[in-house]
């Protein structure tokens, strides 16, 4: 089944520790992007990338950092920076050209 | 500066009954207009999406009304179900932009 897949589904971390969350596509899609969700704050964009070795920050990127080494995959790195890393974390992917954007499942990470 | 704005924040409807949530953007260069649908634990879903060269989609029960002047769109879901108990967002972005910007969501309840 072609999809989106982020891991693992929940994340605990302590505070100060760095960590990074995974998301692997399957669809042959050029662009992906990281998107926060808080609520009552809808989906926040941290990062985006439109093809391999090539990402742009979002609206939020102070404190995370990203990678696009393959086209499949596009790792997100929340780093002690982050002031209030505890969020769910959502992944998307879109084809070239196309405006519709699929979502994994997300990542909830708690911070302690 | 928030260049989608949604309401109502959450809603409760009768099983039955019409559900009508409201959005309101800034940008004019916005030229898609989808609506995504998420269950608790979820990633978002894409329900139905628009474009500014028609003033009304349907797609089985749901609905968008697009108001190009006044730049609003709007979800009716008719005859509401138990099953569409979800948060809805409203999104938009440009045809050259990858990234869509959300509204900050509506948590729909639909009492049996």
């Known amino acids: 089944d072609g999809g989106i897949t982020q891991s693992p589904k929940y994340l605990f971390r302590k505070e100060g520790q760095n960590v990074t969350l995974s998301c692997e596509q399957n669809?042959?899609?050029?662009?992906m992007y990281w998107y926060r969700q808080d609520p009552g704050q809808g989906l926040r964009l941290i990062y985006y990338s439109q093809i391999v070795n090539d990402f742009q920050k979002g609206d939020i990127a102070e404190g995370y950092s990203v990678s696009r080494e393959k086209k499949e995959s596009f790792p997100l790195t929340v780093t002690s920076a982050q002031k209030n890393p505890t969020a769910f974390y959502l992944c998307a992917s879109s084809a070239s050209g196309a405006t519709e954007a699929f979502f994994g499942q997300g990542t909830r990470l708690t911070v302690v | 500066q928030q260049q989608v704005k949604q309401s109502p924040q959450s809603l409760i409807v009768q099983k039955g009954g019409i559900s009508i949530i409201n959005c309101a953007y800034e940008n004019t260069a916005f030229d898609y207009f989808p609506w995504y649908q998420q269950f608790p634990g979820k990633g978002p879903a894409l329900l139905i999406a628009i474009r500014p060269d028609v003033s009304e989609k349907k797609e089985g029960r749901f609905t968008i009304s697009f108001n190009k002047s006044a730049k609003q769109f709007s979800l009716h879901i008719m005859d509401s179900q138990p099953g569409d108990s979800a948060t809805y967002f409203c999104?938009?972005?440009?045809?050259?932009?990858?990234?869509?910007?959300f509204g900050k969501g509506t948590l729909l309840t639909v009492n049996p």
């Open positions: 669809l042959n899609h050029d662009a």
């Open positions: 999104a938009a972005n440009t045809g050259s932009n990858y990234k869509l910007t």
